[in-house]
């Protein structure tokens, strides 16, 4: 991995400091700078007009444009239903002049420059010197979204006069003009009110007919607001001011935002007077955003003593996993959170196996809300199967609305980790919660049109002696169209056996849900002897004297090529190489054989995880930011200490550290996650697969302590590492844990040396 | 093969007659009374109005045209090189009118249709009696394209009224509105003179600014010519006429084409003069045209005594096989020949392994002017290669000007049976002709550049034992990205040993051609040894036992779908299967270790053929027209007569009786040359890849006699067979040749017993 580090922000435990500012950076920053609610993101650009580099994004969860024109797909099966988070709105658009110089950071002359994001409160914080000839003043740009009333927003300008006086002007705009993907424009405005003091809009994505109904509220220290004559798209409110020396002058701009997927109605105008109503002002939402905040990382927070940076860094990660998604809403985590356009806001099977553990460790409610999504477009993923010439469910790759929305089939329709993930996250979910109602309304049924999709994919093979999967994609995304994948395989024989075993547990304890369910699927005994039958004859490609799982048919006679031969200007390969180039060797972009050993851990020995380890990472080139995360978890559990913390290394700080130069699309929410596993199951060794919880923790070199919070069946568990000793802090009742090798009945803490097997 | 025959036209050895007219035949007759001189083609449709379903279409050879926006492919090697043979100016185009009503066939009413094609010399006659309520006029219509000066075409137009009277209303056009694609206005015009009788035109296409110049010459037996005021993109004469009862009127109209590449300048148009001063009258160019074919027949025709269809059919495959390609010019030969737009007027592997034995067989000059193609866009390939990360020459798999046109990466950056079909064709050609000349100055900086390229894609195995290709497809379409396809691996096989061979004669026997080309190419004896081993080690897929070769490696693990459960409105499974679907079984597209056993036909033994021809041809569904013709020649050569003449039963008729339903799109030129392949190879028991000739003719059951001609170094050999006796008659020097199983020299001619070994 030839990955080096950007330093450029001020190390702090709570905070992200930028001081000075460079161009090159303005788009990275504006990513790590993003706030977001879940509800709406916004990214860190500038308030004010800003001539350089600058990708001005709004987004608003769950609210999505299509294609300007449909796909011409050549062929049956590649989808036609793509979407894409759209950029919304500009509410934050202002335009500054001085002496009727405008104030342009690409253009004028300025110090200071300091722009700092508060992670205890959300609070974005920018300000600097701007110089002109005639005046100098100290600018500072405040905002933050009302976290608990996540439908509002707030912005404070500040200008105040240090040197000379100036005509001040200001004009504060709602910007209906954005683009989206550099060109599209994506918006039209439907209605539009004028209050002396703001605007109400209404406006329309074009093609979707989505709604965005705004209202704003301006308030200023001085001067009288205007309307200037301005452009039909762009709603602005005007401030000219006489500035003297040592005067300041204040902006705040309260507004509020309301999504609305259908038709616009009257209730929905109601619906937005009580979201004013409620709305307060910068400094009461500051307050409730800390509120909010301090009890989060009570509940979550890690600490590591020794390492400043991955402190830093691991806090902006569980931070921007609480921005990105707390369960307030019925959408998915999009790869991209609400920070940028890439991946168009969609979702992938990233969801249930890299960022569900962290809520689920954190808030299991929210962990259920992520489920629900799947079971609210289950009748998505039954259409998707019917056009996959299947049955049962078949879950997109790629989604924001439950359709698949990537239109390139050799991922779309080859890749079934997405129905897969979510039976195991459903197994995970029930697993540690026993939560029998949600297993029984939702789960089963999703299980079970999971199963028949994987049912009908599959393929027996000639001498129906194996059943398995033939010309599928694996995690590994570099292996095309192949038979047998392991991966795909085993997780396929979970989903059948697990499926197997809740249908028939419902019928035994919940017989009328059962009926139920039945008559709704037409499921019947036939179909679960047939799915027992696939469980046990699925092929799965194993050694037992070298322990390998073959990661598909034929892997092993692959050409090889050896990774370290590839010079650090071919990376990354998706770029550098001929596409097929990257199909027919065995290089591996990310854990495939491996991801099944990390899902499933407990089901694996210790030596066939040895030899698969041993194997599979040499060929391995990461080209995943998911890959390290996985690799150094495994590491760390085969004792390889110092190569896990090198896979660590840049986990956590991927995006701070813009390790893969491309922060400026958006921050890789999906990673952040990653780096959430790489400590809690890397370092802290916990395990959450087997029938009781294991807390392994073992420490890198440089770390001192480490101390991490998961909540676990009611209970909040503490977990405090130092080299040599380790303990664990439960509040409420006694609970089993395995800790290293040991069972343990634990009652409000236990403490025992760091690696065990010894008690202290 | 569930493919059934619509009976439409006339049954004549000579003839393509339409007698009466059925409007949802038109556009596929369109297709079979397409004109054709190689340099231009025009389809079949009715010069005057007619407002119901056609495809105006009128194409000139190596004129295309650039999409509008380029393809936005996502990844490298994927080519961003489309282009396709555009739809050009109508120069037929015209309008009629009776008492100012139109004379539109959609809308009025008539009798008598009748349109006949005739293939002794390529003249299309249209007549039917169109019926008024105030008078009726039988209206016929001529036209024919110049076979000898070829940039020239002539119509005729006569009017006779058989009862009333009328005022007549000629409208004759030049029409540059043409779209294709159904919308694309592909034409702008640059320049236009006005003569008394006609116009010249110059028009550009928008995107690859090919030009078009045109000239026309109007002769009327009454009225004048005038000028209506006219459309920007419309050129227009007209002629106004009260046409009594028993009167006729005539209009002759005569035009001609140059198509200029690049920059127009003034020698284009002294060389449009010089071709307008050679255009003559519609008689003397149908004359002309006539002496033309009786000698073009005398060198190829194919008698069958017994089967009335097939003579017509494989008569109809021939005379379209002159149509479209003769040598005259520097291009390939399109998938759909001059006939309609599908396939873009690309050209395809097709041209060397289905069509080049025709001309090989009629005219070799002319079969070499197609190797040529490829020696004039050997620059293309070496640039193509480049993309896909490799060195040497990689052959488009779809092309028209030497690029690859196709933006489908799984058949462009997969399929290399293009190059070693180039490679195949020019051994194949050297082999039948011993034209050194051609050998040393292009075909071994091609077998160089293509033996360059195979080794630079082509890999080792792990242990580095076996050298073969990996991620690839073969000829079969259905199994994509597979490794060590054995038709690949073979034909790169010969390839490397031919490639060798020739280029060590070189350095031999040709010593200064050897350094130009060593110098010109870089080449060592390093790389000449890298292509001996690599075709030494070469993985070819053999099992002794079974003599099966396995298609790819693992193609017999793979799911077995008997084709007979395919439900016959699931067909062509492209249409309705999902995509990936298509790729996941043991279904075989078209022939592909078979395709490697008719190639190379004498280098397999008898039992090799009849077990993979038993294994394989049941797997096989034939979706590509090309599929039968080689399984029927096989089948033959294996003594399976009936299921050879199964497979035949639509290889001459597979337009004219639209077995495939796609007629309307254009012909299947390349199956019209499988169809000549399919009776000279089967039935006549051709086989050109050994030491001698060898002929082995049978006949199916209900032939009586079949006699075909063949060019052969020099000679004209007739072969002429009964069920009894075989007669091989040939002119010029006496000639060893291989009659079924035996030597002869044939001194003028020979007789054996049909179907040998017994001499008579």
């Known amino acids: 991995m030839v990955k080096s580090a950007i330093k450029y922000y001020e190390v702090n435990p709570w905070k992200i400091i930028e001081k000075g500012f460079d161009p090159k950076r303005s788009k990275a920053s504006e990513s790590i700078f993003s706030l977001a609610n879940e509800y709406m993101g916004v990214r860190g650009f500038f308030e004010e007009t800003y001539s350089g580099e600058t990708l001005i994004g709004t987004y608003f969860n769950g609210l999505y444009e299509l294609p300007e024109k449909p796909s011409n797909a050549p062929y049956k099966g590649i989808s036609r239903k793509s979407h894409f988070m759209v950029n919304s709105v500009n509410y934050l658009a202002t335009e500054i002049y001085l002496n009727n110089q405008p104030v342009d950071l690409a253009k004028g002359s300025f110090t200071d420059f300091e722009r700092t994001l508060d992670m ?3 609070e974005l914080v920018r300000r600097f010197i701007f110089r002109q000839k005639d005046c100098t003043a100290e600018i ?12 509002n927003a707030y912005q404070v300008i500040e200008i105040r006069m240090l040197e000379g006086k100036a ?6 705009h709602l910007d209906y003009t954005v683009k989206h993907f550099g060109s599209l424009k994506p918006w039209k405005v439907i209605e539009s009110t004028e209050k002396p003091d703001g605007f109400r809009v209404l406006a329309q994505t074009k093609k979707s007919r989505q709604s965005l109904l705004t209202d704003e509220e301006i308030i200023v220290s001085h001067g009288e607001i205007s309307n200037p004559n301005d452009k039909k798209m762009v709603f602005t409110k005007q401030i000219a001011f006489k500035l003297e020396k040592s005067e300041s002058f204040k902006l705040e701009k309260r507004v509020s935002h309301l999504v609305i997927h259908g038709g616009v109605d009257s209730s929905h105008k109601k619906t937005l007077e009580e979201i004013v109503a409620k709305r307060s002002c910068y400094e009461e939402a500051l307050k409730s955003n800390r509120a909010y ?10 600490e590591i003593a020794g390492d400043e940076e991955n402190l830093q860094g691991i806090r902006f990660c569980i931070f921007n996993l609480f921005q990105t998604y707390r369960g307030i809403s019925s959408n998915n985590i999009g790869a991209k959170g609400l920070t940028g356009e890439a991946y168009s806001g969609h979702a992938f099977w990233d969801t249930e196996t890299y960022i569900l553990p962290f809520y689920l460790f954190s808030n299991p409610a929210d962990a259920k809300k992520l489920l629900m999504f799947r079971y609210r477009t289950l009748p998505n993923a039954i259409q998707r199967a019917r ?6 469910a078949g879950y997109p790759i790629a989604t924001l609305n439950g359709d698949e929305a ?5 991922h779309a329709s080859l890749q079934f980790q997405p129905s897969t993930g979510v039976a195991f996250a459903i197994w995970h979910y029930v697993h540690l919660t026993d939560d029998f109602d949600f297993l029984i309304k939702y789960g089963a049924e999703m299980l079970l049109e999971i199963a028949r999709f994987l049912a009908s994919r599959g393929d027996w093979n000639p001498d129906k002696t194996g059943f398995g999967f033939y010309g599928v994609m694996g995690p ?4 095309m169209m192949v038979h047998n994948n392991t991966y795909t395989n085993y997780m396929a024989k979970r989903t059948f056996l697990y499926a197997c075993e809740v249908l028939k547990r419902m019928e035994q304890s919940y017989p009328s849900e059962y009926a139920k369910l039945t008559e709704k699927t037409g499921f019947s005994k036939t179909e679960l002897e047939d799915f027992l039958t696939k469980a046990q004859k699925m092929i799965i490609l194993y050694d037992e004297n070298t322990r390998l799982f073959e990661q598909h048919d034929g892997f092993f006679k692959l050409p090889h090529v050896d990774k370290n031969t590839i010079s650090t200007d071919e990376f990354p390969l998706y770029s550098h190489w001929s596409y097929d180039r990257l199909y027919r060797n065995d290089l591996i972009k990310q854990p495939d054989v491996l991801m099944m050993m990390f899902l499933y851990n407990q089901s694996f020995t210790a030596e066939q995880k040895a030899a698969n380890y041993d194997y599979y990472e040499p060929r391995t080139i990461h080209e995943s930011s998911l890959s390290p995360s996985i690799h150094s978890i495994l590491a760390m559990e085969l004792g390889k200490t110092q190569e896990a913390f090198d896979f660590f290394r840049f986990a956590t700080r991927l995006d701070l550290d813009d390790y893969n130069r491309n922060t400026f699309e958006g921050l890789h929410v999906t990673s952040l996650s990653a780096a959430w596993l790489n400590i809690v199951y890397g370092f802290g060794g916990l395990r959450s697969d087997g029938k009781y919880l294991k807390i392994a923790p073992k420490l890198p070199d440089v770390w001192e ?4 919070r998961i909540r676990y069946r009611g209970r909040t568990i503490e977990v405090e590492t130092t080299k040599t000793d380790t303990e664990i802090r439960i509040s409420g009742e006694s609970l089993e844990l395995q800790i290293y090798d040991r069972l343990y009945m634990v009652d409000k803490s236990i403490k025992v040396k760091t690696g065990g097997p010894h008690d202290c």
Do not use: M, P
């Open 120 to 122: 205890q409160s959300g």
């Open 140 to 151: 500072t740009f405040k905002r933050l979204l009302d976290v608990e009333n996540f439908t």
């Open 167 to 172: 005509d001040l002007l200001v004009k504060s």
């Open 293 to 302: 905040f301090e009890k989060k990382w009570a509940e979550c927070d890690i």
């Open 387 to 392: 056009e996959l010439d299947c049955r049962g």
């Open 406 to 410: 990537c239109e390139l089939w050799q």
């Open 476 to 479: 590994d995304e570099f292996q």
């Open 705 to 708: 302590r480490l101390k991490f």
